[in-house]
C-alpha cells in the first residue's frame, strides 16, 4: 500500500532546558511518526526517550543541528519532551508528523541522507541512494540565523509533486531557528528550498532526509481447487 501523510503538529521554545511537542490528533497505535528537531547550537546532544535516531546533522561550524527521529505509535500520551541538552542556544522548534502505511516488519527505513548548507540558500537536498519507487522520501529543514541578528526569514519548497508538511519559523529568538518538512513519493533526488526576507542572507541550513519502506499490498492467489481468491 502507499504510505500516505495525515497530519502534523509542531512547536517552539525560546527558553528552557526543553521542548514539548504535542502528538498529532487521531494518531493510533501503529501510526508512524517522524519527528523534526532543529537547535541553534550544534554543540548540544538533545535527547528524547522512546525515540529512533535516523539521522543527525550539524558540523560545530556553524550553530546548528538537525536531527530526525522516528517511532512506531503505541499507547501515544498527548505530548513528547526533548531536553535541549544544552543551557546555551536553547532556542528550538520541533514537528510530529503521522503517517500511515509504513513497512511493519523488518527496518521501515530504506536510507538516509544529509546536507549541509551555508547562509542563505538554497538549501538542496541530497540524493538518497538505494531509493525505490514506492518508497516515500521525507527531508527536514532545519536553519537559524548564523549571525545572531534576530531578523525575519521565510522558507519555502519548490511546489509540484513535493508536498509542504510544516513550515515553522520561531519567533522572539536572536538565531530564529526554522523547519520545513517537505515529502515525495518515488523521489530519489532532494528538493530544492529557498529563504527571504531580511534575514534570508544569514540562515544557515542542515537538512535530513530519510526514504520509507512502504507495506506491500496484500498479495491475491487463487486457492487450489475451488476456484475462488484467497488472500495469502
Known amino acids: 500500500m502507499a504510505i500516505t501523510f495525515h497530519n502534523s503538529t509542531t512547536a517552539f521554545s525560546n527558553t528552557g532546558p526543553s521542548i514539548t511537542v504535542p502528538v498529532p490528533a487521531d494518531t493510533v497505535d501503529g501510526d508512524f511518526l517522524v519527528l523534526s528537531y532543529v537547535n541553534n547550537q550544534s554543540a548540544s546532544t538533545p535527547t528524547l526517550a522512546g525515540w529512533n535516531l535516523a539521522v543527525t546533522v550539524g558540523d560545530g561550524t556553524i550553530d546548528v543541528l ?47 541522507g544529509n546536507a549541509i548548507m551555508r547562509r542563505g540558500g538554497p538549501y538542496t537536498g541530497p540524493a538518497l541512494s538505494g531509493f525505490m519507487p514506492t518508497d516515500l522520501a521525507i527531508h527536514s529543514c532545519g536553519t537559524a540565523l548564523s549571525s545572531w541578528a534576530g531578523r525575519d526569514y521565510t522558507l519555502a519548497g519548490p ?35 529557498t529563504s527571504s526576507g531580511v534575514g534570508a542572507y544569514d540562515a544557515a541550513g542542515r537538512i535530513a532526509a530519510i526514504a520509507l519502506i512502504a507495506e506491500p499490498d496484500a498479495t491475491v492467489k487463487p486457492f487450489q481447487g475451488w476456484g475462488v481468491p484467497a488472500y495469502w
Open 66 to 112: 538537525s536531527r530526525l527521529y522516528w517511532r512506531r505509535a503505541s499507547g501515544e500520551s498527548a505530548s513528547h519532551t526533548i531536553t535541549k541538552g544544552s543551557t546555551y542556544g536553547v532556542e528550538s522548534v520541533a514537528a510530529i508528523s503521522r503517517y500511515k502505511g509504513v513497512a511493519v516488519s523488518g527496518s521501515p527505513i530504506r536510507t538516509t
Open 159 to 193: 511546489g509540484g509533486a513535493w508536498a509542504e508538511r510544516v513550515n515553522l519559523v520561531s519567533t522572539d529568538a536572536t538565531a530564529t531557528p526554522a523547519v520545513i518538512v517537505l515529502d515525495q513519493l518515488g523521489a530519489g533526488t532532494g528538493p530544492t528550498i
